[in-house]
Antibody, heavy 123, light 105 residues
Framework: QVHLVQSGAEVKKPGDSVQVSCKAS????????LHWLRQAPGQRLEWMGW????????KFAQKFQGRVTMTRDTSISTAYMDLSRLISDDTAVYYC????????????????WGQGTLVTVSS | ELVLTQSPGTLSLSPGERATLSCRAS???????LAWYQQKPGQAPRLLIY???IRATGIPDRFSGSGSGTDFTLTISRLEPEDFAVYCC??????FGQGTKLEIK
């Protein structure tokens, strides 16, 4: 069974950086792209970007360019999302999510998702 | 920029009733990339429908999706107690609707 398990909640101060991890199991980690998304309180889900775990290649939403880094460690089937220069508006639940199918097919949704990691930014 | 607008914001129904949720796009989109998710508090979003009308693995057949162009619908034919949750649509991968909360009447 495919699972994505994320790291625990974080409390950060404005200006800090945060790293959220996402450990995959139940499938070949390098075969599927992973996406990172977030949901601020009362707001809609927001796509941040993706990482190709095989090559390490990434694509980010323009809003996060220069502030987000996505990496992976294939030896432990874990992806990481780092967000720097945190502000209060970055308070949100952060999710990793795997693409539903491999990119040899048309990718049309994310499934499954991690359980979410609450990041709170407060002075 | 593509905007997805869901309606209603909140839907109050009883178990056994039929639920109809709407997702409207600000411009015509491909049905191939229209997905629906269920969200419950403290849980990961769960994929229900992809390709506008294809049920994901393990999703009961009381859930169905339809639509094309700018108007898409998620229908739950007979509500079960576990169906009361928030539902959101996605134009994969970047655009999400704001969600419809389905609550018990």
């Amino acid at each position: 069974q495919v699972h994505l398990v994320q790291s625990g909640a974080e409390v950060k101060k404005p200006g800090d950086s945060v790293q959220v991890s996402c450990k995959a199991s139940g499938y070949t980690f390098t075969d599927y792209y992973l996406h990172w998304l977030r949901q601020a309180p009362g707001q809609r889900l927001e796509w941040m970007g993706w990482i190709n775990p095989n090559s390490g290649g990434t694509k980010f939403a323009q809003k996060f360019q220069g502030r987000v880094t996505m990496t992976r460690d294939t030896s432990i089937s874990t992806a990481y999302m780092d967000l720097s220069r945190l502000i209060s508006d970055d308070t949100a639940v952060y999710y990793c999510a795997r693409e539903r199918v491999r990119r040899t097919l048309i990718v049309d949704a994310c499934d499954p998702w991690g359980q979410g990691t609450l990041v709170t930014v407060s002075s | 920029e593509l905007v997805l607008t869901q309606s209603p914001g909140t839907l109050s129904l009883s178990p056994g009733e039929r639920a109809t949720l709407s997702c409207r796009a600000s411009q015509s989109v491909s049905s191939t990339f229209l997905a629906w998710y269920q969200q419950k508090p403290g849980q990961a979003p769960r994929l229900l429908i992809y390709g506008a009308s294809i049920r994901a693995t393990g999703i009961p057949d009381r859930f169905s999706g339809s639509g094309s162009g700018t108007d898409f619908t998620l229908t739950i034919s007979r509500l079960e107690p576990e169906d009361f949750a928030v539902y959101c649509c996605q134009q994969y991968p970047t655009a999400f609707g704001q969600g419809t909360k389905l609550e018990i009447k």
